[in-house]
């Protein structure tokens, strides 16, 4: 779900753009605390200092390019939800210890820890993290937290966040969105001095990330696009299934974007899913099976003894209780049941949003179940997915009330609620808490400039973004991120919302702890002994419908050099294909790539539980490719589980091998492996040309960017190329007989 997922044809409204109202939790502001230098970019306090000032005006950029319109007047109307993230005891220590943990030459290697342990070593003392949530609930805010002690969930109505932060809040227009920021000369200040690093979401600016599915959909009998089997078959999943690796042991997991979920009698089940499994129309589809999934819902835990009644006062003696007097800490609560796209709520032309009576399915979220569960059928799949419902507003009178069970008890009320990408932070601390997941799946991004802007990592790649990612990897849980589909040109202006005129890579896929997934065009074509014959190239500027399409030259899969993370020890002494530019010490994007062009893409289905069902249809988007990824990782760890030899990692979960990019790359740099567990992509590119003159025809301007090609082993469209299932499983471990 990056920026421009284009379709196979002319794009019909089946449309999710997920922040032209509400946008991603990423992007949506984070205002990071300390004081120190002038000028653009984040301002951290220093280890353990504490301060009760904040970075703000020309170091936020949604501000300082938006056009200010005035005071809030109805602020009584507005419940938020912010993530407080907390001044790290050793942070430098967590990175270093998530580097090692995943380096095969390190005497650390595989020495996986707890989320517990993570809090422990690394994390904020639990002094302070009580210290930080007895101030918001001085305020009468809600506050939760996770094992890992990372961040705080806070959640309240807008009165109180300006009281908490001795500032006012007002309207900002920039482009089309219209969005919450303290207003000028209004700067955020605690009232004490406190160890927090930052907030997410002081700013109510959000990225427009946008996901658009095909609207020519086939009827429910029908299939357009390719089916699991297919895919299947092209990259070898089929003989790794043959062999008995399905993930069957295993748990996958999505970072959720929105609701998948129908409630039947009492039970959640997908029935997408269900309908998927059982596609007619391709030679093999009597395999019906997909994974079980299972809904996660994200609820923080009470961040301290004696935790009072969080957001409601004393009352019935809630003061000084415990967890029980507050069922939603942080706001955090369970997910309202998927409702019909068509339902009367989802007509309704309020500007508050209430999921409990619009919460129709969510296309990326379906493409990234949909590929896993079809593509490694015997995993669990755990779906992570938050829900705050935060207050009750009357959008007419501007008043506001508590929820009662997730549902409002006065007339005229509505929910305000959060969901899904809106609250990405909240599902990762959720994910590393549980520590349950063995690979986890994120189909989003944006330019690394948006987010360093924002806060999320500094100059040196340090920051609550990276610190998230090391804390999965130091669990040994294997994340695969899309590399993005704008090419070379991640970042984008935000002053006019155009693509800027430099090579960008997307984030958070340029993070050292995760794998960058690229895309490719992949025509499923066999000859007769089921061998895949067509031509894979790179999804770029050679396929159709590659990228956002703004320089009508369809760039395609997001790849570059990073321009904040240094070069991680995996990628030590690799040079990127000729003419690409080197790393230059810095981290290079993508690592592999799998099926991503919508002309080729998979095909999935959506509102099956509804009479206006869309039937099937392709998509694609690299957000298909991480997905598929995560799923081929999947049958590797079932084959770790089943090997003596492999399955000795430390913890509860031997079987995971860390960041899969130290045996990715142990292979690549195999000349005797590599040829046998790579497809080498030899054709295509994603640098971006100019815009074209005005009309359908008009001819591109000449190349700006100056990167990036598809080439002889590393390049920086598809990485190493694309991996086979089963001849990956044999190189990852050894004594598999998947081929």
Known sequence: MNRGLRLATACLALAVVLAACNGGSHGSGMIPSGTGRNGNGPVFTAPGSTTTDFAWGEQVLQVQHAAYEGPLTNARQYAVSMDVAMQLGN????????????????????????????????????SEVTTVARYFHGYGLSVGTWKQHFMLSVAGGLPAFEKAFNTTFG??????????????????????????RAVIGMVGARIAYQYIINGTRAGLGETTGYPPQLIADGFDFSGAFNAGYTGAGITTGVIGTGPILASEGGALVDVDLNGYGAMQGYRQLERTAVATIVQKPVVAVTPYPGYPSGGSGCGAGACG?????????????????LTDPKAPGCTSTSSVPNYNTCNPEDGEAQLDTEQIAG?????????????????????????????????????????????????????IQQAISDNQVDTLSLSYGDGELDYASSGYFDSTGAGPGPDEFAALASEGIAVFVSSGDTGNFACYDPS??????????????????????????????????????????????????????????????????????????????VTPASPNPGLGGKRGVPDIALMADPATGPTILENAAFADAEGFGPVGGTSAA??????????????????????????????????PNAVYYAIAKNVAKYGTVFYDVLYGENEANGPAGPGPTATPGPPITGCCWSGTGYDLVTGWGVPMAGALIDAAVPGSTAK
Request: aromatic residues 10%.
């Open 321 to 337: 209780g415990t967890q029980a007097f507050d069922p939603n800490p942080g706001g955090l609560a369970t997910p309202p049941p």
């Open 91 to 126: 942070e430098q220590g967590l990175l270093n210890y998530a580097r090692q943990v995943n380096d095969p030459s390190s005497g650390m290697y595989r020495r996986f820890i707890t989320p517990t342990q993570i809090g422990a070593m690394f994390g904020a003392p639990q």
């Open 171 to 196: 309207w900002y227009q920039v482009g089309t969105q219209r969005f919450l920021a303290p207003v000028p000369n209004s700067t955020p200040r605690l009232n004490e001095a406190l160890p927090i």
């Open 626 to 659: 991480a997905p598929e990824a995560s799923a081929e990782w999947a049958l590797v760890l079932q084959a770790c589980k089943q090997s003596a030899s492999c399955d000795v990692a430390s913890g509860a979960h031997p079987w995971r091998m860390g960041d």
């Open 496 to 573: 006019t919302g155009a693509p800027m005129a430099q090579t960008c890579v997307s984030y958070p896929a340029s993070d050292p702890s995760v794998v960058a997934v690229g895309g490719v065009n992949a025509p499923m074509q066999f000859d007769v002994r089921g061998f895949l014959t067509g031509q894979i190239a790179a999804w770029a500027d050679q396929t159709t419908n590659g990228g956002s399409g703004y320089f009508q030259n369809d760039v395609g899969s997001g790849g570059g050099v990073s321009s904040y993370f240094a070069t991680p020890s995996f990628q030590s002494g």
């Open 375 to 427: 593509l490694a059928p015997g995993s669990t799949l755990d779906f992570y997915l938050a829900y705050n419902p935060s207050e009750c507003v009357n959008p007419s009178t501007g008043a506001e009330e508590t929820p009662v069970n997730g549902a409002c008890p006065g007339t005229g009320y509505v929910i305000y609620p959060l969901i899904g990408i809106q609250l990405a932070d909240d599902e």
